[in-house]
């Protein structure tokens, strides 16, 4: 008796104790639950509108706008630019790379021109059935960027590229990393080859075979990977599409590039970034760049292909990202490979081709990573005239040469 | 061909994993309450279990598992009839080749070039986790010598072996220690939510922490494109920042490892030996390694520098072992003389620090605590960070390069890295010595039930912000570092 006595108090504050730590744990699941849900949901929404607008700035780009000045056939020539895909063989064939600075327009409203469409109505209205231009260009890009490009180009389409034609600025000499998504280009099984054999017949550019030597990768030994998946791999890619159906899931990519976005704001205010902060020129990556370049020239006098390299427009204020001594050793340097490959390559310099009123000033109404500069000079982007005055003076220095070319087709496939 | 890894496995970082451990834990219990021996029958369900995750890396690796299993466990049965070193020897003899046929040879072969390869050669696969199931297996080998009370069934053993959150990577785990756990565990509901818990604070460590560290926050940051970098050099700067970087990617990569794999286990109601506890607040080299991947450390000091040290009595040969079983412990992560020279770094800090001791005691110098505790702090952090250097780099010409910056102090005046970087790894230091600091003092204050409750309240907040960092950085395709080894 007195034994039950004593442990019934002791049990009953037990199965208490139990009870209150369940209830504990069950708050904390619910409210995690609860909590992960709610603000999925309002990150997913805050993403949704983000690629909403981005969609927005695509679509405005794929259009040519009507106007004063333009025939009918000028618009149809500035759009076609935009679909490279549907190029003629017969026409000879323009490949146009270089960074940002040949095709963002940061004042012009939707359906402006840029430089490498003005360059095709321009040329198109000297010989309508001439040439076709297709943008390689992409925003940061260095030189072994560029060559990838080229080669990728050159294999890729019905009729290989007949002229290059690239803008040179100090900002593509100073980076060396090829992105992902340009990498990918080292996959194929054309490009691959090429790359190989570049590197082998080139052994005294060192460096930069070293460079592209990163981009080899194994050939993947089926055409069909979607019949290669395991069945795990094949669970795991339900499992990621059934999650997927959650906002918050399907918009993970989004909100990275939202996260960065906001990051760097912080950044630029923390570190004091400037647009117009000196931006130094390392010795290492600058020489295998130079060395890039003369691979590309290489490459395309081998191939038969013409080169027109011209030194992009510089924005002549101080202070400046750009250290003129640098300028200065890049002209010299590419000069010097200009001459050296003189049969097929043709240097251009267009440093003060544009006017202080023709370049662009960051604003607010930007989008991404470029509104957290408003109000700060834009030292690589000019306004959508300055575009047009780009082109015709390529089309004044160089355009009979590459009408000329264009009747010489380079080594078809 | 020179199979690495499972190029489609079931990591511990998919969706598949997530639904891999309920859906197993569901089958214990089921298995537990129709069976009449659900002991034997929940063993050879988690021995299936086991088995169809490790067959999804390969079932070559499969295989070679099986084959180890069944030898090794047939060795124990020889050794056990007669405990002799001869008997022993043969053991560590047939370990010592598998590692040197299935994790080193491929390495070799690789490195011999073009025109020197065998069919053989090219055809040897280097099975994932192989270095930690065969520890594991020499573990039971040299206790059975020692004549512990060990029992196992042939499934207990090829469970031992094959352990499904322990089989990629470790933690090394002993036979004396799991064999009672296999045959009576008991899941509590402090076990599942400590076990889920730990998989939660895992993931956000690897797939946040270390690939922030890792990757960077944008292409051409972080450690990997740090090291990576040849073309433009390194300063002094750069090298204490990649050095940072690298020592706290690799914590947050195989702690992280670590979480979610004795989560994983706990779920299940298995303990396993901690791997990891806060090591860069050890105050010398030999703390740093009762602290960093203690699994292994443990393991070296049990199986191979105690043999060692006690083989010969002069304090030279003690000084000796300490160096040989350094070096063996980096050699362990690879055929690289960078993980050699590592390792021999790791024992010659070790005697430094001994011999410092040694030193303390016969001049009677009494360092004031907070002058010994700061000093052997910020000596053994920074020889821990240098150390790490050269088991990161490419190679040891690379790691001369990198010391070659450190030691010239006109190469401090600015990074070479991006400055975004930089301030990433600042930060994500300091803010681990913060919470270091705010846990050992909520540690402190855990009687308080403010402390508690605050606690309490705030953990859905913390849960819920770790889960979304998780998803959205999921995005990224991470691998676990240690897989390699």
Redesign the interface.
């Known amino acids: 008796m007195t034994e039950v006595k004593t442990s019934t108090p002791g049990a009953g504050a037990a199965a208490s104790a139990r009870r209150m730590t369940a209830l504990r744990r069950g708050y904390v699941v619910a409210m995690s639950l609860l909590l992960t849900v709610l603000a999925g949901n309002w990150l997913a929404t805050v993403a949704g509108q983000n690629i909403y607008e981005k969609d927005e700035a695509r679509t405005d780009r794929q259009f040519v706008a009507p106007a004063p000045g333009l025939s009918p056939a000028d618009l149809a020539e500035g759009q076609a630019v935009l679909t490279p895909g549907e190029a003629p063989s017969t026409r000879a064939q323009l490949f146009y790379l270089g960074d940002s600075q040949v095709f963002s327009r940061p004042d012009a409203p939707p359906g402006a021109l840029n430089s490498a469409q003005w360059l095709q109505i321009l040329l198109a209205r000297q010989d309508d059935r001439a040439v076709r231009v297709r943008i390689g260009a992409s925003p940061g890009m260095d030189i072994s960027e560029m060559l990838l490009k080229a080669l990728s180009a050159a294999e890729q389409n019905p009729r290989q590229d007949d002229v290059i034609v690239t803008d040179l600025a100090l900002a593509e000499m100073r980076e060396l990393g090829v992105r992902a998504e340009i990498t990918s280009l080292a996959a194929q099984p054309t490009v691959n080859s090429d790359l190989k054999s570049l590197i082998s017949s080139n052994p005294d550019l060192r460096d930069a075979d070293k460079t592209l030597e990163a981009l080899l990768t194994p050939q993947q030994e089926s055409g069909n990977p979607a019949a290669d998946k395991s069945l795990a791999e094949k669970i795991e890619d339900t499992l990621q599409r059934k999650a997927d159906s959650w906002s918050f899931f399907a918009q993970r990519e989004n909100l990275v590039g939202l996260g960065l976005l906001r990051y760097a704001q912080w950044e630029h205010r923390l570190l004091h970034i400037t647009a117009d902060k000196r931006i130094p020129t390392h010795a290492e990556p600058y020489r295998t760049n130079v060395q890039l370049l003369e691979l590309l020239m290489r490459y395309a006098q081998a191939r038969d292909m013409h080169l027109v390299l011209f030194f992009g427009p510089v924005r002549s204020i101080e202070p400046n990202p750009d250290d003129p001594d640098d300028l200065e050793r890049m002209h010299r340097d590419v000069l010097r490979l200009c001459e050296r490959y003189s049969a097929t390559a043709t240097c251009l310099d267009y440093s003060h081709l544009i006017p202080e009123g023709m370049w662009a000033e960051y604003s607010s109404n930007q989008r991404g990573a470029f509104a957290l500069m408003a109000g700060q000079h834009d030292f690589y982007h000019y306004t959508e005239a300055a575009h047009q005055a780009l082109a015709e003076k390529i089309v004044s220095d160089a355009g009979s040469k590459i009408l000329q070319w264009s009747n010489q087709p380079a080594g078809a496939h | 061909m020179v199979e690495s890894a499972g190029r ?3 990591n511990l970082l ?3 994993y997530l ?1 891999f451990i309920p859906l197993v834990w569901v089958l214990t219990r089921l298995v537990n309450s129709v069976t009449a021996r659900p002991m034997k029958a929940r063993q050879l369900l988690w021995l299936a279990a086991s088995y169809l995750f490790y067959a ?1 890396w390969s079932l070559k690796f499969l295989c070679v598992l099986v084959v180890s299993s069944l030898v090794n466990y047939a060795l124990g049965i020889y050794l056990k009839r007669k405990p002799t070193a001869g008997r022993l020897w043969v053991g560590i003899g047939f370990n010592l080749l598998m590692l040197a046929v299935f994790k080193y040879l491929p390495v070799w072969s690789s490195h011999l070039g073009q025109g020197h390869h065998s069919w053989l050669l090219e055809n040897v696969i280097l099975p994932v986790g192989v270095s930690f199931w065969t520890f594991e297996a020499l573990s039971y080998l040299f206790d059975i010598y020692r004549e512990e009370d060990l029992d196992p069934s042939l499934t207990e053993f090829c469970l031992y072996m094959a352990f499904w959150p322990t089989v990629l990577s470790g933690p090394v785990c002993r036979m004396p220690e799991l064999l009672p756990q296999f045959r009576n565990p008991q899941p509590t ?1 402090d076990d599942i ?1 400590d076990g889920v818990r730990r998989i939660v604070l895992g993931l956000f460590m690897k797939t946040v922490l270390s690939q922030i560290l890792g990757s960077g ?4 940051e972080g450690v990997d ?1 740090g090291f990576n ?1 040849m ?3 390194w300063t002094g700067l750069d090298v204490w920042i990649l050095a940072i970087g690298f020592a706290f990617q690799m914590y947050f990569d195989f702690a992280g490892y670590s979480n979610i794999v004795i989560g994983t286990a706990r779920v299940f109601g298995i303990t396993l030996r901690e791997n990891f506890r806060d090591p860069f607040l050890s105050t010398s080299p030999a703390e740093f390694w009762t602290r960093w991947h203690m699994s292994l450390s443990s393991w070296i000091r049990d199986y191979v520098f105690m043999p060692l040290a006690t083989w010969r009595p002069q304090v030279w040969w003690r000084h000796a072992s300490l160096v040989i079983a350094m070096m063996l412990f980096g050699f362990w992560h690879g055929a690289d003389w960078t993980y050699i020279v590592w390792g021999a770094l790791q024992g010659l800090l070790l005697v430094s620090h001994r011999q410092f001791q040694q030193f303390e005691r016969r001049s009677n110098l009494q360092l004031p605590p907070i002058v010994s505790s700061l000093g052997g702090w910020a000596i053994t952090f920074c020889a821990m960070l240098l150390s790490w250097v050269v088991f990161r780099a490419n190679d040891l010409h690379q790691a001369r390069l990198m010391f070659h910056a450190l030691v010239h102090f006109s190469s401090y005046r600015h990074f ?1 890295l991006p ?2 970087f930089v ?1 990433m790894t600042v930060v994500i230091a300091v803010s681990y010595f913060v919470i270091a600091g705010l846990r050992r003092l909520a540690e402190n204050m855990k009687q308080s039930p403010v402390v508690l409750r605050i606690g ?1 309240a705030l ?3 913390m ?2 912000v770790a ?2 960092a998780i ?5 990224h395709k991470a691998v676990f570092v240690y897989l390699q080894f």
Do not use: D, E, K
């Open positions: 489609c496995a079931l998919s969706l598949s639904l999804t509901g939510a926050l944008r292409p051409g494109f970098q073309a433009r050099g070479v400055r975004n301030l309490w953990s859905p907040v849960y819920s889960v979304l998803v959205i950085m999921s995005i």
